[in-house]
């Protein structure tokens, strides 16, 4: 594999479109950001250098289906084209030019878990993954794309992703079944989206999916969940009191994560029981009995923090 010889056949790939395009270029810019976001996850994890290349690949490819969704539709919309199963189609059955991914990757022995990791890299979930390095591989990609959307969400024009400004965002209010999933710490049915804000919110419930330890020590580092919050005006009364609750519990989130010292193919799913425990204990116990409850000494558990949660 090499990655700078797939790079130029990306850029070549991409004559085919308008790259003056405000939602091209913003998808030119994060295919490069998830790529870095990759790398960077890869070194922190100190995976091998091909398991590093393999993930830079996937990162290259991973979108590759949107060019021709913004193309024909000019829309990020699901609805419009399930962009992740088109690129696995251009890329591995691309009738007449069959195997498109020849020109970006000669060899063929890592086109499953190239390919599974593209089709299910948008997934509500991530499922149906026997073999330990494609799942590896994965959510390497998972975690990748969320990084990188946050720089998107800071940086780029909301009309061209949302379609809508900050303002009529911030104004809108938050539909239940959206407010009861952010607020089980679930990511957001994109059928249940209805309002500017149900789609702010998403992108937000995105953090309680990543799959890595590396990975959010990189959204502790860039301050990105208090930075992605404080970009919309809320003047929706009620979207701004949820909104104030989601930032603490997204806070807390990540804080906890950042305290245990187990390996990270289990510590995500201790923390996350961790903080599950902390957040019922926040919203159900008086305060005063916390207070007290907290100065008492407890051994420390196998899990990595102490009794009384």
């Known amino acids: 594999m090499d990655f700078y010889t797939a790079k130029r056949q990306f850029n070549n790939y991409l004559k085919d479109y308008d790259c003056h395009n405000d939602k091209i270029r913003l998808k030119i810019a994060h295919t490069y950001g998830v790529v870095k976001e990759s790398t960077d996850i890869s070194a922190r994890m100190q995976l091998s250098e091909e398991?590093?290349?393999?993930?830079?690949?996937?990162?290259?490819?991973?979108?590759?289906?949107?060019?021709?969704?913004?193309?024909?539709?000019?829309?990020?919309l699901p609805d419009t084209m399930d962009h992740a199963a088109y690129g696995v189609k251009i890329l591995f059955n691309n009738a007449p030019h069959q195997n498109l991914i020849r020109n970006f990757i000669p060899e063929s022995d890592f086109d499953e878990i190239i390919r599974i990791s593209i089709a299910k890299h948008s997934d509500f979930k991530l499922d149906g993954i026997s073999d330990a390095r494609t799942l590896l591989h994965a959510k390497i990609i998972r975690d990748a794309d969320k990084l990188d959307n946050c720089r998107v969400k800071l940086e780029d024009r909301l009309e061209t992703f949302m379609d809508t400004s900050a303002e009529e965002t911030g104004a809108s209010a938050i539909s239940p079944k959206v407010r009861d999933s952010i607020l089980r710490h679930e990511c957001i049915l994109s059928s249940d989206r209805v309002t500017p804000m149900d789609y702010w919110i998403?992108?937000?419930?995105?953090?309680?999916?990543?799959?890595?330890?590396?990975?959010?020590?990189?959204?502790?580092?860039?301050?990105?969940?208090?930075?992605?919050?404080?970009?919309?005006?809320?003047?929706?009364?009620?979207?701004?009191?949820?909104?104030?609750?989601?930032?603490?519990?997204?806070?807390?989130?990540?804080?906890?994560?950042?305290?245990?010292?187990?390996?990270?193919?289990?510590?995500?799913?201790?923390?996350?029981?961790?903080?599950?425990?902390?957040?019922?204990?926040?919203?159900?116990?008086?305060?005063?009995?916390?207070?007290?409850?907290?100065?008492?000494?407890?051994?420390?558990?196998?899990?990595?923090?102490?009794?009384?949660?």
């Open 51 to 76: 398991d590093t290349t393999l993930a830079k690949m996937i990162a290259l490819l991973h979108d590759i289906g949107r060019f021709e969704q913004l193309k024909q539709f000019d829309s990020f």
């Open 202 to 309: 998403s992108y937000l419930a995105y953090f309680y999916d990543i799959n890595f330890r590396e990975s959010l020590d990189i959204i502790e580092e860039q301050n990105y969940i208090p930075k992605i919050i404080a970009r919309i005006p809320y003047t929706n009364p009620e979207t701004k009191e949820v909104m104030k609750r989601v930032e603490e519990e997204l806070i807390e989130y990540a804080r906890i994560g950042l305290i245990s010292s187990c390996p990270c193919t289990d510590r995500i799913t201790i923390d996350r029981t961790h903080f599950v425990l902390s957040m019922i204990l926040q919203y159900t116990i008086p305060a005063s009995v916390l207070t007290v409850v907290a100065t008492i000494p407890a051994p420390t558990i196998a899990a990595g923090f102490t009794l009384p949660y």
